[in-house]
């Protein structure tokens, strides 16, 4: 079960945890995780691949393909696919701007000229979770978007390097035109995939359906590898964005399975002695984050003072408490408060004070303005111009309880003090452009992470302000750092740049951390190897078994 709609499966583009999770049984990578020890393993790759330092400054990883891996109709996947994929994330005219910066670090692929499934990828940095990152994206069928291989003799680090403002060029238009004409994103079977499922449909805002291949080259191995796991014949996610509705299918049996359950219906089941004869249930602290964003490009926000104020009128403690029972963490940063090595425990937890709140906002240049009738801050930053008034437009996803409790805390709190907020919750096909287009003050979100490797740059570096970068917040400084953690050559080193990128990030403040939540799963207890955990989508979807045989009712 989902609570979204994709929206999007173009393999480019994942707008949310539902494309992911689809897209992720049409196309494999080259390393995935495996739930069932929370470590990466070896996917479209045979073993996980060797791994060499050249200088201080690069790492080879070498990877080889399984022999048996094909695309549907029986064509190899070789190395070629992999340079095609990793030069597609780089093509202008692309919808790939957060790929460009998650892989950019990149720099070339080596074939081996013996062997078409070998090669060699030359990465920027010798950071520790380099490796793992540098198979976890999809690989994509270069006959199929790229039949004639117009994109061979581009090198990946020219097209990495490739400015902005470079003069058009004729073959990438054109390759970018086919892409987009292929329209992967409503139509993903115009390609083949490496994966066990296909969809077969799709009414969208109601049910996707997947069915296994019923030939897939992975059912060759024996044992059959964790990852490469495909056990159910078909796969229904129904999509239920009302929480009650979604506990009343899971009650019925419509639904076997129901992710992210919001604690407090997570809660009403547990103690409904019925829904435990019927159903297991699972917790676990998850990688979302719940956190604040804000617009950095409006006039009014673009003072980090004025954003610390405005930090210090969110209640962390208590709307943990509030939205989730008090399961889930309080953070003072963007990196998890379990990974010791790396938390920036120095950090005091951020609380809410609203005297704190004031003192900021005068040093920012802030005057409270009283009339008959109403309180109000302005300030004026040169002589003979209009003054600012600090009033907020709080933008979050409509039908998020959770949200909507942030909201309204956040709104009194500035109340008190004479700030105007006005809160819009957004439909969801509104949502995520309304954010591309600036369209808000504050926006309140769920941002995904894992304890694999850190790279901040989707959604921090200035280069992707106006993409993944919704705060439009960057300077050279947090830039550097953003660059420098994932080139980091040991833990120690990693660690050092990590907590000092969260205090910078807390002095800055584009964006308020407030607590990373839990994931909480409610399933058919007849249902085995669903390995629940913290990791997205917090189960492992294609592994699930029944106990005993279920019979379908027409």
Known sequence: MWTRDPESLDPLVTPNQSAIDANNLLHLCLLSVDYSTKRYAPALADSLPKVQFAGDSLTLVTYHL????????????LARDVAFTL????????????NKAQFGFIRDIRFDPTDPRRFTL???????????????????????????GSLRPYQLGALNDRAATAPADSILVKLARRYARANLALYPGRIPGSGPYQLVRWDKDHLLRFQRKPHWWADALRPAPPVLEAQPSELDFVIIPNEASAALALRRG????????????????????????????????SYDLVYAGFNTRRPALSNRLTRQALGFLFDPKALLLATQAGLGQCTVGLVHPTDTRNYADSLPPLALDPARAVALLRQAGW??????????????????TPPQRLTLLVRYRAGETAFETIGLQFRAAAARLGIAVELRPTENASFSSALQAGDFDVYLRLLKGNPFYFNFAPILHSKTVGAGNL??????ASDRLIEAIPLANTLDSRARLLRKFQRLMREEMPLVPLFFRPNCLAADRRLVHLYPGGLKPGYA??????????VAVP
Not at 263 to 269: A, D, K, T
Request: some cysteine; overall charge positive; aromatic content about 8%.
């Open 66 to 77: 399984r022999p048996t891996a094909t695309w549907d109709g029986g064509r190899p996947v």
């Open 87 to 98: 030069k597609l994330m780089q093509v202008p005219g692309l919808p790939n701007e957060a």
């Open 122 to 148: 030359v990465c920027n940095g010798q950071a520790p979770g380099l490796v793992q990152e540098s198979g976890d994206f999809l690989i994509l069928p270069e006959a199929a978007l790229d039949p004639k």
């Open 254 to 285: 419509s639904v076997n399975v129901y992710p992210q359950v919001p604690v407090r219906e997570f809660r009403r089941l547990q103690a409904s002695a019925a829904a435990r004869q019927q159903l297991a249930f699972y917790t676990s602290l």
């Open 367 to 384: 005057h409270r303005e009283s009339t008959a009738s109403d309180t109000f801050w302005t300030r004026q930053l040169a002589p003979k």
């Open 471 to 476: 705060t439009g917040f960057g300077t050279p």
């Open 541 to 550: 979807a294609a592994a699930i078994k029944w106990t005993t045989p279920v």
